[in-house]
Nanobody, 124 residues
Framework: QVQLVESGGRLVQAGGSLRLSCAAS????????MGWFRQAPGKEREFVAT????????YSPDSLKGRFAISRDNAKNMVYLQMNSLKPEDTAIYYC?????????????????WGQGTQVTVSS
């Protein structure tokens, strides 16, 4: 009954920007930590960003800090991923994930619910 639906993925030129959205339903969104992960063909699922229940605490790996930013709007049950200065290596399916706890988390096993993903393709 919990659903996470990602949207916004598309083909974009290197150096461009893109904002992904995740619409959540069936869970206490304002009490859930949220995250974004991505998976490229032949590679493991990779952590992208996380945000706690309040939106006050966020975290991204050093390799993505400064380019990617996560945010949330609890009034709309939405979480976003702003991606700037995109590179071809950012090409992947991007997944939205929700926890059963309010804190942020960087490991996939800390998340209970997952969306189906949205494809982001960055051309050179």
């Amino acid at each position: 009954q919990v659903q996470l639906v990602e949207s916004g993925g598309r083909l974009v030129q290197a150096g461009g920007s893109l904002r992904l959205s995740c619409a959540a339903s069936g869970l206490s969104f304002s009490s859930s930590g949220m995250g974004w992960f991505r998976q490229a063909p032949g590679k493991e699922r990779e952590f992208v960003a996380t945000i706690d229940w309040s939106g006050d605490n966020t975290y991204s790996p050093d390799s993505l800090k400064g380019r990617f930013a996560i945010s949330r709007d609890n009034a709309k049950n939405m979480v976003y991923l702003q991606m700037n200065s995109l590179k071809p290596e950012d090409t992947a399916i991007y997944y939205c994930a929700a926890r059963r706890f309010g804190g942020s988390a960087a490991l996939p096993h800390h998340y209970t619910y997952w969306g189906q993903g949205t494809q982001v393709t960055v051309s050179s």
